[in-house]
Every structure is written in structure tokens, then in C-alpha cells.
């Protein structure tokens, strides 16, 4: 007879191992220098509208390498160094580097923004394919969903001290405005600068009500950096930049002395980067623009914000690694993993595993999640620092 995970003795078994994990997360932040999450949820993939992803993926396979042709060189950004090792190739065509120095993990060959401005004019529907995609960040369903984020950073920043009734702030790479609407329904005075036309136009055409303007974290535009915001935020922007010192200083100096900078970066600590690698769903260069061309740990994230000025008050990472993609890459069943490579040629996703391996993730994955967030391994980093004096 075959046994199932399902029986008395296997959910017996299951039960000890879940409990065991939740002693040693519980164990972890009393022994280190480290703050539990409060958020355990699963980490949501990074594509509101998937038809649109597969369409720039098998476009970007035809065209990219004349697009690589004109990538441009960079030493480490967070160092300048120029020593580094190659740590692993992408799977949409960029290689990440490790620093010699300072361990920061970047792509050195970037395609500039000059040249994704001419890839999109080349391709008759890649506005429609990005109208697409933005229209799936404004329906019901992404509302509640930033709704549910943001209003727990909101109030994290609260906890440290910030009052944000009245507040202004400025959200860096703003896009479709998500943060910004949350923002004002708990009455902050919100304004956003974001980089890509299309979206400063769409903002303009749906949400009139939001103050965008259209600029590049690296280059804010002069009004903007003397108004002496209270709060500056930059929700996954970080990541996108050629020069994210730059980006840091010209968030400092839009804050007023002792504001403060919240922020969110993919964590390069996480498990399904430093193990899956070219199989993570957030290791690409861009295949649709600027990708993850910086990734951060939580030890080069502080160290970015001291170099640029700030005191780190608080860091933590959340949300859950996928477990279900770390299992299949131990079964080696790399077909079905969650990465670019997969999004080109099957174009779809099961999400469901089959109902063995269901039954132990239902059991264990809430167990591990806690502790690598205990561990600030969770797969975003969120940081808040504060403007200090120069």
C-alpha cells in the first residue's frame, strides 16, 4: 500500500518539523542583530498582466542582441571599484557581478535608458502591450493590493516616530501612482516624479487627481528637489538605476533636514536568488526596460544610505520566498520553475504542485518563512532611514 503525507503518521511527522521551525524562528531576533517581519504572506510575482510580459519576453528574444550591442560599462556602484567575479549569467542575456570590495551584486553592462527609448519606437505595439500593463495597476483587485502594502509601511514609519497627517512626500518612480492614492486616503499631501512618459501620461488620463511629474530618479527635476518633502519614498525604484548613489542624493537633498526615506529593493540575500540564481524570477537585466540591475543585501543597503547621507532607523525583510519553485529546482524539474526562460516558451504557469508536495509546503512553508525573514532573507528589503545633517 502506498503511504500519502496525508496519513496519521505523516502529519504527525509534518506537525513536529513545523513546530521545530517555528521554535528556531522564534529563537532567531533574540540571538542576532536582526527584527522579525510582521508580514508572512507569499511574495506576489512581479507581473500584474502576463499575456503583456510574454509579449515583450519573445519580442526582447528576437531583438536582443543588437539591443546588448549598446549596453554601457559601470564599475560597482555603491564602491566604484572595478574589481569584481562574475556570479551568475541571466537568463534574458546580462551577467551579475559580485564586488571584490564592497560585495555589492550589480550587472556591469547596462543598456541605457537612450536606447530602450529607441527599442519601444521600433516596435509598432509596445505602447499597447504597456498600456496593458498599466491598466492592470489601477483596477479593484491592485487597489486593495497596495491598499494592504502601503498602509503597513505608512504604518511602520508611524512607529518611528513620523506624523503623516499633512505630510508632504515625494514617491520616486511613482509609475501608475499606487503609493500615491494610498498616501492620500491617509491624508499625506502626495506627489510623484517617474520616468517613463507613457505612465506620467497615463496618470494624467486616469488618476487626474495625483500630482505626477515627469522626471528620472538620477535627474529630479530642480523644483522638485527644494521643496523640503517630510518623507521621500522609492517603492522598488532603487534597483532600476544606472547610478543609485546619484538616485540617493537627490532624494536627500528633496527632504527637509531630519526627513526621512522609505524604501523597498529585491533582497539579494533571499534564497530563490542565491540559490535558484538564473532561475530567480527577479534576476534579469530587462527585457522591457531597465531591469534588477542592482540587488542589494541588507548589509549593501545600509551601507549605500550611509554613503549617501542617511542614518538606517529601521530594516526588515518580507513577504515568502516560493517554496514551490525550490522544490521543483531540487527535483530538478527546472520546466516548471517560475523564470523568464519558461515565460518565453511555455507562456503559462502551473501554480498548483501536485498533492504530496501541496500537503508538506502547507505544513512547512509558513515555518520557513518566518525564519528567513528572522534572518533578513525575505525576498524584499524594507528600509527607512533619515536625512542626516552634511
Given at each position: 500500500m502506498t503511504r500519502s503525507w496525508s496519513d496519521n503518521d505523516g502529519v504527525t511527522a509534518l506537525s513536529r518539523a513545523a513546530d521545530s521551525l517555528a521554535a528556531l524562528a522564534e529563537a532567531i531576533p533574540a540571538r542576532g542583530q536582526v527584527a522579525p517581519s510582521i508580514d508572512t504572506s507569499a511574495a506576489e510575482l512581479p507581473i500584474q498582466n502576463l499575456p503583456a510580459h510574454v509579449r515583450f519576453a519573445r519580442i526582447?528574444?528576437?531583438?536582443?542582441?543588437?539591443?546588448?550591442?549598446?549596453?554601457?560599462?559601470?564599475?560597482?556602484?555603491?564602491?566604484?571599484?572595478?574589481?569584481?567575479?562574475?556570479?551568475?549569467?541571466?537568463?534574458?542575456?546580462?551577467?551579475y557581478d559580485i564586488c571584490d570590495q564592497?560585495?555589492?551584486?550589480?550587472?556591469?553592462?547596462?543598456?541605457?535608458?537612450?536606447?530602450?527609448?529607441?527599442?519601444?519606437?521600433?516596435i509598432p505595439d509596445a505602447r499597447e502591450h504597456l498600456r496593458s500593463q498599466m491598466a492592470a495597476t489601477i483596477t479593484v483587485d491592485?487597489?486593495?493590493?497596495?491598499?494592504?502594502?502601503?498602509?503597513?509601511y505608512f504604518e511602520l514609519i508611524e512607529r518611528h516616530g513620523?506624523?503623516?497627517?499633512?505630510?508632504?512626500?515625494?514617491?520616486?518612480?511613482?509609475?501608475?501612482?499606487?503609493?500615491?492614492?494610498?498616501?492620500?486616503?491617509?491624508?499625506?499631501e502626495p506627489e510623484g516624479v517617474e520616468g517613463l512618459e507613457e505612465a506620467v501620461q497615463f496618470c494624467r488620463a486616469h488618476r487626474p487627481e495625483l500630482r505626477v511629474t515627469l522626471g528620472h530618479?538620477?535627474?529630479?527635476?530642480?523644483?522638485?528637489?527644494?521643496?523640503?518633502?517630510?518623507?521621500?519614498?522609492?517603492?522598488?525604484?532603487?534597483?532600476?538605476?544606472f547610478d543609485p548613489m546619484r538616485a540617493l542624493a537627490g532624494a536627500w537633498q528633496a527632504l527637509k533636514a531630519g526627513g526621512l526615506l522609505?524604501?523597498?529593493?529585491?533582497?539579494?540575500?533571499?534564497?530563490?536568488?542565491?540559490v535558484l540564481r538564473d532561475y530567480c524570477f527577479f534576476a534579469y537585466g530587462g527585457y522591457q526596460g531597465i531591469g534588477h540591475v542592482n540587488?542589494?543585501?541588507?548589509?549593501?543597503?545600509?551601507?549605500?544610505?550611509?554613503?549617501?547621507?542617511?542614518?538606517?532607523?529601521?530594516?526588515?525583510?518580507e513577504f515568502s520566498t516560493d517554496w514551490r519553485q525550490m522544490a521543483y529546482y531540487l527535483q530538478l524539474r527546472f520546466e516548471r520553475i517560475y523564470c523568464y526562460r519558461n515565460l518565453v516558451r511555455h507562456g503559462e504557469f502551473t501554480r498548483n504542485p501536485e498533492p504530496s508536495l501541496g500537503v508538506i509546503l502547507n505544513w512547512l512553508s509558513p515555518a520557513l518563512t518566518r525564519i528567513e525573514n528572522a534572518l533578513q532573507a525575505g525576498p524584499i528589503a524594507f528600509a527607512l532611514a533619515r536625512k542626516r545633517p552634511r
Open positions: 526582447w528574444e528576437q531583438r536582443r542582441a543588437s539591443v546588448l550591442a549598446s549596453a554601457e560599462s559601470r564599475r560597482c556602484p555603491l564602491c566604484g571599484a572595478a574589481e569584481s567575479r562574475t556570479w551568475f549569467l541571466t537568463q534574458d542575456g546580462y551577467r564592497c560585495r555589492m551584486i550589480y550587472i556591469p553592462e547596462v543598456v541605457p535608458m537612450a536606447a530602450w527609448d529607441r527599442y519601444f519606437a521600433d491592485a487597489l486593495d493590493a497596495h491598499r494592504v502594502r502601503f498602509s503597513r513620523a506624523a503623516l497627517r499633512g505630510a508632504r512626500l515625494l514617491d520616486i518612480g511613482t509609475y501608475t501612482g499606487g503609493a500615491l492614492k494610498i498616501a492620500a486616503e491617509r491624508s499625506l530618479a538620477e535627474a529630479l527635476p530642480e523644483p522638485v528637489r527644494r521643496q523640503g518633502f517630510d518623507l521621500v519614498t522609492m517603492w522598488e525604484t532603487l534597483e532600476h538605476t522609505g524604501l523597498t529593493v529585491p533582497n539579494g540575500r533571499n534564497v530563490q536568488c542565491s540587488l542589494f543585501t541588507p548589509e549593501t543597503l545600509a551601507d549605500v544610505l550611509d554613503r549617501s547621507g542617511f542614518d538606517l532607523v529601521y530594516l526588515e525583510t
